[in-house]
T-cell receptor, first 116, second 114 residues
Framework: DAGVTQSPTHLIKTRGQQVTLRCSPI?????VSWYQQVLGQGPQFIFQ???????GRGNFPDRFSARQFPNYSSELNVNALLLGDSALYLC???????????????FGPGTRLLVL | GNSVTQMEGPVTLSEEAFLTINCTYT??????LFWYVQYPGEGLQLLLK?????DKGSNKGFEATYRKETTSFHLEKGSVQVSDSAVYFC?????????????FGQGTELSVKP
């Protein structure tokens, strides 16, 4: 079975631009989460979606937004890019809510964003 | 608040040496605990997990035991290989009524020399 896929793999933008990152979860997984990993640090939680609804949000500004589609894929949007948004953006999928072990999250390869 | 603390890296070992990477956590209740591994230029791969106290997670020769009394989840391997060189992340998850997020430690870089 295919794992979590993300696109694009790399992206270069300039300050003030907007970017959209895409994620397809493992087949059968209904929950998608997004994380930001700055070089040399652990991933930081941005959003979690389940059944197209936002179920959790991390400490990120409103420039960050996301959505989940009926096929459970997801997009992360970042507006008005800053230099500090340069990072690896990771998508993770899990089965969903309430099931034993359902919280186990499986990560995609990430999208590396560079803001100049 | 909830947090995870890992031992500082980098950790440099010779092939076939014994590995321990310390991880302690702060959280109320009974979080699930995870170890993820990140190879250079890649995303995170789940290495092992434990969902309740005294559980032992194991995979590919790596082991970690969920110790509630010491709030720890130390990663061990009896004999490391060069191919184990990577960054290892300890993480906790408190359940979806807590926002559904994984909370990660800062990562520990492991370098194994032939």
């Amino acid at each position: 079975d295919a794992g979590v896929t993300q696109s694009p793999t790399h992206l270069i933008k300039t300050r003030g631009q907007q970017v959209t990152l895409r994620c397809s979860p493992i087949s059968g997984h209904k929950s998608v989460s997004w994380y930001q990993q700055v070089l040399g640090q652990g991933p930081q939680f941005i959003f979690q979606y389940y059944e197209k609804e936002e179920r959790g949000r991390g400490n990120f500004p409103d420039r960050f937004s996301a959505r989940q589609f009926p096929n459970y894929s997801s997009e992360l949007n970042v507006n008005a890019l800053l230099l500090g948004d340069s990072a690896l953006y990771l998508c993770a999928s899990s089965l969903g809510l309430g099931l034993a072990g359902a919280e186990t999250q499986y990560f995609g390869p990430g999208t590396r964003l560079l803001v100049l | 608040g909830n947090s995870v603390t890992q031992m500082e890296g980098p950790v440099t070992l010779s092939e076939e040496a014994f590995l321990t990477i310390n991880c302690t956590y702060t959280a109320t209740g009974y979080p699930s605990l995870f170890w993820y591994v990140q190879y250079p230029g890649e995303g995170l791969q789940l290495l092992l997990k434990a969902t309740k106290a005294d559980d032992k997670g194991s995979n590919k020769g790596f082991e970690a035991t969920y110790r509630k009394e010491t709030t720890s989840f130390h990663l061990e391997k009896g004999s490391v290989q060069v191919s184990d060189s990577a960054v290892y992340f300890c993480a906790l998850h408190k359940g979806y009524n807590q926002g559904g997020k994984l909370i990660f430690g800062q990562g520990t870089e492991l370098s194994v020399k032939p």
